[in-house]
């Protein structure tokens, strides 16, 4: 996971994302209400004002699990396969270590 949020946030350390930008109340209103397109795949942002379990931040998990699908085929890795749960628990963990820092 750290690999990932390294390719998709271009960060190191969890504490780089102490410059990370929220998308704005409108725009994840927009989302939540059906109205807006939701996140960007190419420019991913979390929305740290709020839960992981908001509409937005399940839809950036989404997002973040087939990008570890698509580097995990794309780089050959052999570890152990895990189920989408487990991938999604862990990159959620990972959303709650990074918002106590931001």
Known sequence: ?????GNVFSV???EDFLSHESPSHEVVMSFTEGDGP???PID???D?????????NQAVVEILLDKL???CTEEKWTTKPRSD???KEVIKQKFNRIKVIW
């Open 48 to 56: 740290f004002t709020g839960p992981v379990s908001l509409l937005w």
């Open 85 to 87: 749960e487990y991938w």
């Open 1 to 5: 996971v750290r690999e990932l949020f």
């Open 69 to 71: 699908h698509a580097l």
């Open 38 to 40: 939701g996140p960007d």
């Open 44 to 46: 991913l942002q979390w």
């Open 12 to 14: 190191t350390r969890d």
